[in-house]
Every structure is written in C-alpha cells, then in structure tokens.
C-alpha cells in the first residue's frame, strides 16, 4: 500500500510551474503541479496517454486548437502525442496520471521551458 496527498506540503514557486511526483505504481505515475495564476505549461505533448483532473482551481486548457475552461473536479483523458497547453486562470492543484512507460523528468522539463 502507499499513500500521498495533493494538498499537502504545497509549495507554489512564484515564477515557475511546481512539479512534484507523489507516487509510482507498477501501472502509473501520480503527478501533483501547482500553478499560480497567471503561469503557464506552453503546448506539449506526451509520448503516452494521460489523465488529468483539476484538484483545486480553474486552468484554461489547450487542445490543438481548442480551449477550455476547467475547473475544480474536471478530468480530461488525452490520447498520446496530442498537443495541450495550461494557463491558470487562479491559483491550482492538477493531477496529472502519467503511464509507467513515460518520465516525470520530461513534465518537469516542459514546466521548466514554460
């Protein structure tokens, strides 16, 4: 068994997305960012299908060429290689499920280059 929270320990950087991963699992990696409002993920794309899920907050989210307002309690599944961008439009806790297959080292370089 292991267990983590989304809400604790949160540290939000003042100029950068936070990236912290809270668990790894034999089929996923759980994956907490906080963003203050006003930061951004720019567009992107993961190797693997994704899950995310709006802890906490709104975040206008980019599809290919859609947007959409999410917001507290919303998940959206993305198939792999489909490009999506974050901008958030108050203070949020996301919960990003990656697969096994792909590395948080990479969600933390696209906050990085964001």
Do not use: C, W
């Amino acid at each position: 068994m292991k267990t983590s929270s989304l809400r604790n320990d949160l540290t939000y950087n003042e100029d950068k997305v936070s990236i912290h991963v809270m668990m790894e699992t034999d089929v996923s990696k759980e994956i907490r960012i906080l963003l203050k409002k006003g930061q951004e993920m720019k567009a992107h794309k993961a190797g693997f299908p994704i899950t995310i899920e709006i802890h906490s907050g709104a975040i206008n989210f980019g599809v290919n060429d859609d947007e959409m307002n999410l917001v507290t309690g919303d998940l959206i599944y993305l198939d792999a290689n489909v490009p999506h961008s974050l901008l958030a439009k108050e203070d949020s806790i996301v919960r990003l499920t990656l697969s096994t297959f792909d590395s948080a080292d990479r969600v933390k370089e696209v906050a990085k280059q964001s």
